[in-house]
């Protein structure tokens, strides 16, 4: 039982390192990743891609330091709606549907998997 636990543990870490990489990597390089996600179309201010990052960085640092359920499941929540919320920005703003489309797909992948690393161990 306490072996379950353990992997669990390390599991939600190893998913939080993952996604705490990739809003570092927009908090600090933001004009790298825009170009890279945009792909020549027209690329968002530097600061939206910074405040996402940072957004990123403090969630999953925190689920870093403690991978308990509740903070993992927190996560989930706070990623799924981020995800939701690119939809309308994808629909209204044609220009910048790229990004958004990217950004809340990764939020939707971080939520996925907190969630599958957040299930309970079966009894």
Do not use: I, K, N
């Amino acid at each position: 039982m306490h072996g379950t636990g353990t992997r669990r543990r390390v599991l939600r870490r190893l998913v939080s390192a993952g996604f705490a990489g990739w809003g570092a990597a927009q908090l600090l390089r933001p004009a790298e990743v825009t170009r890279a996600v945009c792909a020549g179309r027209r690329q968002p201010p530097a600061w939206v891609t910074q405040v996402l990052g940072a957004r990123m960085v403090g969630q999953h640092v925190a689920v870093l330091v403690r991978p308990t359920r509740a903070v993992v499941l927190t996560g989930v929540a706070v990623d799924l709606l981020h995800a939701l919320s690119m939809v309308p920005v994808a629909v209204w703003w044609p220009a910048y549907r790229r990004p958004a489309v990217v950004s809340g797909g990764t939020s939707a992948a971080a939520a996925v998997l907190g969630a599958a690393a957040a299930a309970r161990a079966e009894r």
